[in-house]
T-cell receptor, first 114, second 115 residues
Framework: DAKTTQPTSMDCAEGRAANLPCNHSTISGNEYVYWYRQIHSQGPQYIIH???NNETNEMASLIITEDRKSSTLILPHATLRDTAVYYCIVRVPNSGGSNYKLTFGKGTLLTVNP | DAGVIQSPRHEVTEMGQEVTLRCKPISGHNSLFWYRQTMMRGLELLIYFNNNVPIDDSGMPEDRFSAKMPNASFSTLKIQPSEPRDSAVYFC?????????????FGDGTRLSIL
C-alpha cells in the first residue's frame, strides 16, 4: 500500500469547515483513498473513499487532486462530536485474496473547539 | 442495521488465565478481521478470514493466540495463557470482499487488561 503523510494535529472551530489534508505521492493507479476516524474509546469508523473523482456522502466530502498525489477530507460543519483521530489510507480494493490489509498510520488528531 | 458486535466490552483477568474474545460480523459480510490497538504500536492486523477460512495469520504474535471462525456469523480470539503485555484494545471488523471496494466496518472493541 502507498504511504500516506498527514499532519499530526489540527484545530477547528465548531460550525466551521474542517479540511484535513493527506499526501500520497506514491499512489498507484488502482489504489483507492479511504478515510476512517476513531473517536475516543470507539472502533475506527469508515467515512468515505474514492479513486479519482471527488466524492460526497452524508458525513463528508473527499477531494482528490488530478494527479492523485494528495487529497483533502472536508467536514463541512464540524461539531464537537467530530473530535477524533482521522486516518487516510490508500489501498487496492479487497478482492478476497491478497488485497485486504488496512494499514493505519498515526493519523491526524482533529480537535473541534467550541 | 446492526453493526459488528463484540463481547465482552471490558475484560480484566489475572496473568495465566485463558481469555476468549467474541465477534459477530455484519450479516452477509464474508471477510472478518481481528486487530489489536496499543499506544506503542497503534492498530495492528492480527488475522484475516475470508469465507470462514483463515487467509493470513502472520500478525498473530505468538502461539498463545488463536482464532477461529466456525461459521459466517461468529468468530473468537483466544489467548492462553494470557500475559500482562497482551493488555490492549482488540477490535473485530468485517467487510464484503470480492465486491469491489467495500470498506471494513469495526466493532467497538474489547478492552483487555491482564494483571
Amino acid at each position: 500500500d502507498a504511504k500516506t503523510t498527514q499532519p499530526t494535529s489540527m484545530d477547528c472551530a465548531e460550525g466551521r469547515a474542517a479540511n484535513l489534508p493527506c499526501n500520497h505521492s506514491t499512489i498507484s493507479g488502482n489504489e483507492y483513498v479511504y478515510w476512517y476516524r476513531q473517536i475516543h474509546s470507539q472502533g475506527p469508523q469508515y467515512i468515505i473513499h474514492g479513486l479519482k473523482n471527488n466524492e460526497t456522502n452524508e458525513m463528508a466530502s473527499l477531494i482528490i487532486t488530478e494527479d492523485r498525489k494528495s487529497s483533502t477530507l472536508i467536514l463541512p460543519h464540524a461539531t464537537l462530536r467530530d473530535t477524533a483521530v482521522y486516518y487516510c489510507i490508500v489501498r487496492v480494493p479487497n478482492s478476497g485474496g491478497s488485497n485486504y490489509k488496512l494499514t493505519f498510520g498515526k493519523g491526524t488528531l482533529l480537535t473541534v473547539n467550541p | 442495521d446492526a453493526g459488528v458486535i463484540q463481547s465482552p466490552r471490558h475484560e480484566v483477568t489475572e496473568m495465566g488465565q485463558e481469555v476468549t474474545l467474541r465477534c459477530k460480523p455484519i450479516s452477509g459480510h464474508n471477510s472478518l478481521f481481528w486487530y489489536r490497538q496499543t499506544m506503542m504500536r497503534g492498530l495492528e492486523l492480527l488475522i484475516y478470514f475470508n469465507n470462514n477460512v483463515p487467509i493470513d495469520d502472520s500478525g498473530m504474535p505468538e502461539d498463545r493466540f488463536s482464532a477461529k471462525m466456525p461459521n459466517a456469523s461468529f468468530s473468537t480470539l483466544k489467548i492462553q495463557p494470557s500475559e500482562p503485555r497482551d493488555s490492549a484494545v482488540y477490535f473485530c471488523a468485517s467487510s464484503l470482499a470480492g465486491a469491489g471496494n467495500q470498506p471494513q466496518h469495526f466493532g467497538d472493541g474489547t478492552r483487555l487488561s491482564i494483571l
